[in-house]
Each structure stands twice: as structure tokens, then as C-alpha cells.
T-cell receptor
């Protein structure tokens, strides 16, 4: 099946700094990628839809100025958590789909810890 | 907005037992339903994908069914093994997915 990678897998940063997470589709092109967030012992929540060449679409309650999404190419989407705070500590996962069936391929996730 | 519920939230069974995990969703206008497993602290492993036109999919000891009209899916695990212990998530959607709350499965040796 298709492969989606994320980098980094783990990151620890200080409060107030910004962190960039990359999501890449390695063997297929994805015009759309999705970003999810998972808090401890909770399920995944969709944050935003990343569209290549256009602005991202954010879910209700997600601050677009805090979670900056850039989808510069058909194989790369980035999520930047700006001015991170401890409450932003979470597991961030991206996904991308291909084909008519829209099967979603998920990245391995990025564990963000803000101290 | 789509809401996805999974029952039970937790399940503990002895090794070798067959078991069923349930998933229900409120909006039947979906393209796909996908079952995943997630090990503690890890990402998602896709188990089965059912397209909206299909009623079931099978892979090894796993069988997933979909009844779109009633908004339900089940994941059947045959002859459970300790290695099956994980959290199982179902997700439904058209392109973006909405996830259920998960079932934490423990298979006791």
C-alpha cells in the first residue's frame, strides 16, 4: 500500500516557540491531506484539511492562526504550531488518500511535548 | 456533523475466544468505513477498508461488515490472540475521516 511519512516522530519544545511537522506521501501524489490530533486516552479529532495550492480548511474550534498549514506540493504538507503552549502537547497524525475509494493512509504520527 | 460511537469502550477476553466490536455512525452519507488498530503510544495500522457499496471485507482472522442504512459496522475477530491486544478504532467519511471513541481490547493468555 501507499506510504505516508511524518517528521519528526517526537519533538520537545519550550513554551512560546514554534514547531513544524512535515507530512509526506512517498509514492503517490496527494492533492489533499488531513491533519488530526489525539489527546491522551482520546480518539483522533480532525483539525484541518490541507489543499495543495490553496488555503487549508479548518474544523470548528481549531485556530487557523495558531496551526498554520502549508501544502506547497503534491507530496508535502506542513503543520506549524505557533507559540506552542503545554496544552498543545498531543499526538499529531496526518493522512492522505488516493484513488476513487479514498482509502486513507496515515502517517506514523508526531508526539509533541511542550514544556 | 458525523458522530461515531464504539461499543464496548473496553473488552477483556481469554485467548482463543471469538469477539465482536461495534461501531455506529449518525450520517449514512459516507464513502468508506475503515477499521484501525492502535498500539499504546503508536500510530494507526489499517486493518480493513469497506467501501460504501460493499457489505463486508475479510482479512485473515478479521471480518468487518457494514450496514450503511442502519449506520452500523462490526469487526469480528476470530480465535483471539494476546497479540491482538490494542485499541481498535473505526472511522467513517467521504474524504476526511471521523473517528470513533475506540475499543480497548485485552486478550488474556
Amino acid at each position: 500500500g501507499a506510504v505516508v511519512s511524518q517528521h519528526p516522530s517526537r519533538v520537545i519544545c519550550k513554551s512560546g516557540t514554534s514547531v513544524k511537522i512535515e507530512c509526506r506521501s512517498l509514492d503517490f501524489q496527494a492533492t489533499t491531506m488531513f491533519w488530526y490530533r489525539q489527546f491522551p486516552k482520546q480518539s483522533l479529532m480532525l483539525m484541518a484539511t490541507s489543499n495543495e495550492g490553496s488555503k487549508a480548511t479548518y474544523e470548528q474550534g481549531v485556530e487557523k492562526d495558531k496551526f498554520l498549514i502549508n501544502h506547497a506540493s503534491l507530496t508535502l504538507s506542513t503543520l506549524t504550531v505557533t507559540s506552542a503552549h503545554p496544552e498543545d502537547s498531543s499526538f499529531y497524525i496526518c493522512s492522505a488518500g488516493q484513488g476513487v475509494a479514498y482509502e486513507q493512509y496515515f502517517g506514523p504520527g508526531t508526539r509533541l511535548t511542550v514544556t | 456533523k458525523q458522530e461515531v460511537t464504539q461499543i464496548p469502550a473496553a473488552l477483556s477476553v481469554p485467548e482463543g475466544e471469538n469477539l465482536v466490536l461495534n461501531c455506529s455512525f449518525t450520517d449514512s452519507a459516507i464513502y468508506n468505513l475503515q477499521w484501525f488498530r492502535q498500539d499504546p503510544g503508536k500510530g494507526l495500522t489499517s486493518l480493513l477498508l469497506i467501501q460504501s457499496s460493499q457489505r463486508e471485507q475479510t482479512s485473515g482472522r478479521l471480518n468487518a461488515s457494514l450496514d450503511k442504512s442502519s449506520g452500523r459496522s462490526t469487526l469480528y475477530i476470530a480465535a483471539s490472540q494476546p497479540g491482538d491486544s490494542a485499541t481498535y478504532l473505526c472511522a467513517v467519511g467521504r474524504r476526511q475521516f471521523y473517528f470513533g471513541t475506540g475499543t480497548s481490547l485485552t486478550v488474556i493468555p
